[in-house]
């Protein structure tokens, strides 16, 4: 009856909501596994993304009027701002042509645009966001 | 719905904010990377009154200073010089009377994808082709007059094969498929010659791959490579080809074996490595006779590119159970032809097991010099003859050895001859007992003829420094180490090569059996050797270096120690003469323990203090009245005026240096304008700031320029270097490039002069006092021992002292010390376990101490950022693309570490009193004004961080405020309910 009730003020907006912060939370553990040793990963980034995901996430339970999905793409956003940070210049040896900086480039890109796909997401969500019936 | 378009606003506005506050911290690191691209500056100098002295002029404008007419001039001179010095480098490998080609040769068919995508230049940071400019192989031909076969080149332009260079190598060749009967029919109208052009390409990051895509070694002749010359082959016999010429397009040392391979039909090789943006239009000259080709190699060509020692340690070698890389050069001081040739004599004179079947490659029954090599350190062939005689040899009380050599042209059209000065020294049971390595030949020194027309002559007279002869013995004086002078026979000798020079040491010796390259019998010329006895052991000759300072070991224990056997003892049997079963063996899975792991990765740094002598105390920010102009012409030992000027400073002032983002930010308490810098060996990395603002030019590849063994045309290249670095309006050009190619397979090479240390150590000094006095700052590159980019970044390399100071070091001590380089950038790898930008033996006590060298010394790339107080202590004095890392050390100084504020104190002195010796102070009066700035594109970020955070900030506190509202509506309407 709980889960009936959860499930009852929930619209597709927010399941598409959950879907993502869960792929992130995966995609933020194999950053910290695959990335973790690298120049372009910075604990700001895995630690805001986890965050996020468990904000978003949370929101299945608690509601608390939407914000936490809120929180969830301000924080998701954050990430990404560390991310490029390091990511960047890491990015700029395939430009260069040489390896200046160094770090994992394939990595770097991946991890940054699936952080910024779900970000991207999250904000359109954002604009739709609303009760269910 | 109000509340979703806040949300959803603020939540865009927040992604805006994030990334321009990720591009401005980027910004903030990178600042002169970022300005080097968009054009910014972080800083000017303007004269008001009198503009100042020129002292540095390009001599393309009237009044030395460049103007958009003086940068059409350059890039002018600069194209002829391109292809002079292209003319002079290209090797003639073989020919068996097809070059020069006839004046009937008219119609040519270019073979080989690489002739529609050659290799300019392999890469590594440095000049971007100026597609404006670029010579093609295909113009080139046009432009002598040839009619090239074009159908053939748009199939290949057409064709989506492409040469790979990164994780996955690949040569790019087409395969046989390729050649459809259509493209077929085109072969024989335009038969007159085969052109076949074969590239290889590497680089920084990236060695020549022992093992490519094709599952083939990338230096060897590769199944598309054979096949089309096998088809090629197939014309020729038909009479529908006359001729087919292969052209070798690689700076790497390729197997050449194939070469007289009837099955390929070759009939003439030309070696023309990286011609760089001009240097193809060369190309045809040299092969119809208008150039006569006069380069020699500057590598050894073995038949089989994996027999050199070093290259059994070579590549991708981990420490078991630990991430951290090595090599092992077991090879000691035998180095390519001294491995080759000094294995040689042994097998000649029949002792230390020469015959030995231990390092044989190529070798049907024991080892056999002409079958595992091709072409020997030296080797190039040219259109005409000459006879060379040794007229004299005279060892000079000032420590020189004046050589007189007589060249005549005996050939029928003019030629350039080298006259290449090799040396013996003896191999005596000292050695032998001590373990000090001697090469059966050692280069000396050698000089290139003018251009002697038939039956001309030329007699040149050559001082070497009998320094070079010397050798490392680290048991030295009980001990201590140092170099030595055995006594015994020294044979002073030319030859067309090293092998040749050995043959004739060997014919002065009574020896018989010679063989050449090919395996014919030679008798020698003894006439071309003369010896003299040198009575007793020398040991104190070379006790002090030149600058009065005692030379001893330096790495033979402690952190900085570089043989593995101080580690573990036993271990590794490094390469000696004495016996040739000690070839080396790859040395896999090594151990690593405790200490060595915290001298590699730790930060040893309050272990080092402890030797150093008492930190002094120093007052800044006192004023003296002194400008960074005021500074010029003050002797280095003016202790009192330089710590006056150094002291006006604060000590974020002092840190500044250590921040090198393609130069330094100005400092205006000193009126020291900001100064910019500029990346490699084959030109600037920048744009012109004149003209049509292009990219730089594109030199010949250093590594292929070396093969013309001119010395005038590297004293030129040092001048248009220097002239490069007044229109693009920098004062250090990264260049040149020093270290060896100690395998044919280092990816590096390219921009490194030669295999042999003494070649470079020679020209090397010739290029860098040509840059230095036209006012462009030298920095050699990269010292020392970045010979494989296989995990350069920490490789720890094991060497004995010796091959570390004959080999590794040699081209360093003649570019600091005989060239008066001024700067130095020090490799990513570690010798022994210490990271260079962490050892001070190196860049404290040999380079600042034995050879008193005033220069400074940048890291490579963000290289040892993690320690910078250790590696400032150490000798370092810029980080290289740094842009923070200023603070940091200001902060350390600021807490009272006092011996970084003097370490401090002397980076700050080496890069004032290096730069006021470049075109820095041109025009710099006491009136210049010297101002910060901030580049354009950082002010316009700081904008939009202010703009995005506004944004932000009012989107959420709209969001928070409607559902604070939002609540409180809920609540009374409960309420109410």
Request: proline content about 2%.
């Amino acid at each position: 009856m709980q889960l009936k009730k959860l499930l009852s003020c929930k619209t597709p907006v927010h399941f598409i909501a959950y879907a993502l912060c869960l792929i992130g939370l995966i995609a933020d553990i194999l950053f910290l596994v695959l990335d973790g040793a690298d120049q372009t990963f910075t604990i700001g980034c895995f630690a805001c993304v986890l965050v996020g995901s468990i904000a978003g996430l949370a929101h299945f339970f608690f509601g608390w009027k939407n914000v936490l999905l809120w929180a969830s793409s301000l924080l998701y956003t954050a990430a990404f701002g560390f991310h490029l940070s390091v990511a960047l210049p890491s990015l700029s040896d395939w430009w260069n042509g040489v390896n200046f900086i160094g770090g994992n480039q394939e990595l770097a890109l991946a991890f940054g645009a699936i952080f910024l796909i779900i970000d991207l997401t999250l904000m359109v969500l954002n604009f739709f966001d609303k009760r269910a019936a | 719905m109000k509340k979703n378009l806040f949300k959803g606003f603020s939540c865009l506005a927040a992604l805006l904010l994030a990334s321009s506050c990720a591009l401005t911290v980027v910004g903030e690191r990178y600042e002169g990377s970022i300005n080097a691209v968009l054009g910014g500056s972080s800083g000017s100098s303007s004269t008001t009154g009198e503009a100042g002295e020129y002292l540095y002029k390009t001599d393309f404008t009237a009044d030395g200073k460049p103007s958009d007419e003086g940068m059409k001039k350059l890039i002018e001179a600069e194209d002829a010089y391109n292809d002079t010095a292209m003319g002079e480098n290209a090797v003639l490998v073989y020919n068996n009377g097809a070059l020069p080609l006839s004046s009937d040769v008219k119609k040519v068919s270019l073979f080989g994808r690489s002739t529609v995508d050659p290799v300019y230049r392999c890469t590594s940071a440095g000049p971007t082709i100026d597609e404006k400019r670029v010579i093609t192989p295909a113009a080139a031909f046009e432009q002598a007059g040839f009619s090239v076969n074009k159908t053939l080149l748009d199939a290949y332009k057409a064709d989506p094969t492409q040469r790979l260079n990164g994780s996955t190598q690949s040569i790019g060749e087409v395969p046989a498929s390729f050649y459809t009967d259509s493209l077929k029919a085109t072969f024989t109208e335009y038969g007159d010659a085969a052109i076949v052009m074969f590239s290889r390409l590497a680089g920084e990051g990236i060695d020549a791959a022992k093992k490519d895509a094709d599952g083939v070694c990338q230096l060897s002749l590769h199944p598309q490579e054979s096949d089309l010359l096998k088809m090629v082959k197939s014309y020729k016999d038909e009479g529908k080809i006359k001729n087919v010429i292969v052209l070798l397009n690689s700076a790497y040392a390729l197997e050449l074996d194939w070469l007289s391979d009837e099955a390929y039909g070759v009939d003439a090789c030309l070696w023309i490595g990286n011609p760089g943006l001009t240097g193809f239009s060369a190309i045809p000259d040299l092969l119809t006779g208008k150039i006569n080709p006069s380069g020699h190699f500057v590598d050894t060509y073995a038949t089989n590119a994996l027999s050199a020692p070093a290259t059994q340690n070579m590549g991708d070698t981990a420490f078991s159970g630990n991430f951290r890389t090595y090599a092992m050069y077991a090879e000691g001081i035998y180095v390519g032809y001294k491995y080759y040739e000094t294995r040689y004599e042994d097998l000649i004179l029949d002792r230390y097991a020469a015959s030995s079947s231990a390092g044989t490659f190529a070798s049907s029954n024991g080892w056999n010099y002409a079958e595992e090599i091709t072409y020997p350190f030296g080797y190039g062939l040219s259109y005409t003859s000459f006879e060379q005689t040794l007229d004299s040899v005279t060892w000079n009380s000032d420590n020189t050895i004046t050589v007189k050599a007589t060249v005549k042209n005996t050939g029928d059209v003019a030629g350039k001859s080298v006259v290449e000065v090799y040396a013996q020294t003896p191999y005596t049971e000292h050695d032998k007992q001590n373990n000090v390595e001697k090469s059966a030949i050692q280069l000396l020194d050698f000089e290139k003829t003018k251009l002697l027309a038939p039956g001309e002559s030329e007699t040149l007279t050559i001082t070497a420094d009998k320094y070079l002869l010397a050798s490392w013995d680290s048991t030295a004086h009980d001990g201590k180490g140092g170099y030595i002078l055995d006594d015994g026979t020294y044979y002073i000798s030319i030859g067309d090569n090293a092998h040749d020079a050995l043959n004739n040491v060997l014919a002065a010796k009574g020896a018989s059996g010679m063989i050449d390259e090919n395996g014919n019998p030679v008798e020698g010329d003894e006439s071309k050797a003369i010896s003299k006895v040198q009575a007793t052991f020398d040991d104190t000759t070379y006790q002090y270096s030149s600058a009065g300072k005692l030379v001893e070991n330096q790495f033979d224990e402690g952190i900085f120690a570089t043989d593995y056997n101080y580690y573990y003892p036993g271990k590794v049997t490094y390469l000696t003469r004495k016996d040739w079963n000690t070839f080396p063996k790859t040395y896999e899975n090594l151990e690593i323990n405790d200490e060595m792991i915290k001298i590699h990765s730790g930060n040893f740094y309050e272990d080092l203090k402890k030797e150093l002598d008492a930190p002094k105390d120093y007052t800044l920010k006192t004023d003296a009245g002194l400008l960074f102009i005021d500074m010029l012409g003050v002797e280095w030992d003016d202790d009192e005026k330089w710590t006056k000027f150094l002291s006006q400073l604060s000590v974020g002032e002092l840190a500044l240096i250590v921040s090198d983002s393609w130069g330094q930010k100005a400092v205006t308490t000193i009126s020291k304008p900001q100064n910019y810098q500029c990346d490699g060996p084959d030109g600037g990395s920048t744009k012109y700031k004149y003209g049509d603002k292009g990219n730089n030019t594109t030199y010949v590849n250093q590594g292929t320029m070396a093969c013309s063994w001119n010395k005038e045309l590297f004293q030129r290249r040092g001048d248009f270097l220097a002239e490069d670095a007044f229109y693009n309006n920098t004062s250090c050009t990264m260049g040149p490039g020093v270290d060896i190619h100690r395998s044919p397979f280092s990816g590096r090479n390219h921009e490194y002069y030669s295999e042999d240390g003494v070649f470079s150590y020679v020209m090397g000094a010739v290029q860098c006092k040509a840059m230095q006095e036209k006012g462009t700052v030298a920095m050699l590159k990269h010292i020392c021992g970045n010979d494989q980019e296989t995990n350069r970044k920490g490789v720890c390399e094991f060497m004995t002292e010796q091959a570390l100071r004959e080999s590794s070091l040699k081209g360093f001590e003649g570019c600091m010390v005989k060239g008066g380089a001024m700067s130095a950038m020090a490799a990513f790898n570690a010798l022994g376990v210490c990271n260079v930008a962490r050892n001070r033996a190196l860049l404290t006590n040999v380079v600042r101490g034995e050879w008193d060298w005033k220069g400074f010394i940048d890291t490579d790339a963000n290289d040892c950022t993690d320690t910078p107080a250790l590696c400032v202590v150490s000798g370092i004095d810029e980080f290289c693309l740094t842009s923070a890392i200023d603070k940091e050390v200001a902060k350390a100084v600021n807490a009272g570490d006092k011996y970084l504020l003097n370490a401090l104190m002397e980076t700050n002195k080496r890069f004032y009193y290096t730069y006021l010796q470049s075109n820095l102070i041109n025009g710099l009066t006491r009136t210049s004004v010297v101002s910060e700035g901030m580049p354009w594109w950082k002010s316009a970020l700081i904008a939009l961080d202010v703009i995005f955070g506004a944004m932000t900030l009012a989107s959420i506190g709209g969001t928070i405020f409607l559902l604070f509202t939002e609540k409180k509506e809920q609540g009374g309407e409960d309420h109410a309910a």
